[in-house]
């Protein structure tokens, strides 16, 4: 019995794993997309609010789970910042609020 147990568990972590390793490179796939569009608005002056807001609406979920997502938001952030400061403090904070501890 006990074995069994032991069995399903690890069938269970290894699953788990399988998902966090996936998601990852969901998450690494993502980025490498998104890492052009951030340098185009950057290099380019985009000023539109919608465009910029959507990325880091997109950026602000992926974030947490990688450090190249983090330098992107802070990026464009900081670039927000010169556009809508109090919109992109807004992000800041939501982003400090939701995931520092």
């Known amino acids: 019995m006990e074995e069994e147990f032991e069995e399903e568990h690890k069938e269970l972590f290894e699953s788990v794993i399988s998902i966090a390793e996936q998601l990852k490179s969901l998450t690494e796939y993502q980025l490498s ?7 185009y608005i950057i290099n380019n002056e985009i000023n539109n609010d ?3 807001q959507t990325k880091l609406d997109r950026l602000i979920d992926l974030a947490p789970w990688s450090k190249e997502g983090l330098n ?12 809508n ?11 400090k609020e ?4």
């Open 85 to 95: 400061p109090e919109e992109a403090n807004d992000y800041f904070n939501f982003y």
């Open 33 to 39: 997309l998104m890492m052009p569009e951030i340098e």
């Open 72 to 83: 992107l938001f802070e990026q464009l952030c900081m670039y927000y910042r010169n556009i």
């Open 50 to 52: 919608y465009i910029i």
């Open 98 to 101: 939701t995931y520092d501890e």
